[in-house]
T-cell receptor, first 114, second 108 residues
Framework: DAGVIQSPRHEVTEMGQEVTLRCKPISGHDYLFWYRQTMMRGLELLIY????????DSGMPEDRFSAKMPNASFSTLKIQPSEPRDSAVYFC????????????FGEGSRLTVL | GQSLEQPSEVTAVEGAIVQINCTYQTSGFYGLSWYQQHDGGAPTFLSY????GLEETGRFSSFLSRSDSYGYLLLQELQMKDSASYFC?????????FGQGTELSVKP
């Protein structure tokens, strides 16, 4: 069974550009999470969905960040406009109801904003 | 709010036993998980304690005491490949909050 799939793996862009990160969760998982990891702040939860519905977006840093989950097999995290401080590794993870402590992470998208 | 505290780094020798502690402050907390992350890789799930006590999975064990807001990960028979960062994570509802991570260095 395929794991969580993220794209792109690496993205280098210039300040002010729009960035879209994509995630395909494990089939059958009903929770999807977006995390951001930096040396300074560690692993931060940005937003999570249950059955495609956003439940908690309190971790989204600013209005420049938005996330969608149009169906059970796809989610996007968009940054517009991007800034150098957004440089980080963005992880998508999924899990099943009843196994909330066990998240399956994708390989991450490493974003560099110049 | 929620916060989890763990040591920033630990060093041990191959074949030894090491314990990584995690204390937390949270409301509505329901369990403690542990994750391993190698440099450049993704966090991978190691264990989950929903109830007090010890859970054992091979060389790794995890313990939780909810009355003490405390847990630990115990790694036995350390191997070089165990050098990685280890995160404790606590949950509320469907949300999982991670500690800052403990970098474990295993020396020959």
């Amino acid at each position: 069974d395929a794991g969580v799939i993220q794209s792109p793996r690496h993205e280098v862009t210039e300040m002010g550009q729009e960035v879209t990160l994509r995630c395909k969760p494990i089939s059958g998982h009903d929770y999807l999470f977006w995390y951001r990891q930096t040396m300074m702040r560690g692993l931060e939860l940005l937003i999570y969905f249950n059955n495609n519905v956003p439940i908690d977006d309190s971790g989204m840093p600013e209005d420049r960040f938005s996330a969608k989950m149009p169906n059970a097999s796809f989610s996007t995290l968009k940054i517009q406009p991007s800034e150098p401080r957004d440089s980080a590794v963005y992880f998508c993870a999924s899990s099943l109801t009843g196994r909330a402590g066990e998240l399956f992470f994708g390989e991450g998208s490493r974003l560099t904003v110049l | 709010g929620q916060s989890l505290e763990q040591p920033s780094e630990v060093t041990a020798v191959e074949g030894a036993i090491v314990q990584i502690n995690c204390t937390y402050q949270t409301s509505g907390f329901y369990g403690l998980s542990w994750y391993q992350q190698h440099d450049g890789g993704a966090p991978t799930f190691l264990s989950y304690n929903a109830l007090d006590g010890l859970e054992e999975t091979g060389r790794f064990s995890s313990f939780l005491s909810r009355s003490d807001s405390y847990g630990y990960l115990l790694l036995q028979e350390l191997q070089m490949k165990d050098s990685a960062s280890y995160f404790c994570a606590g949950g509320q509802g469907g949300k999982l909050i991670f500690g800052q991570g403990t970098e474990l260095s295993v020396k020959p």
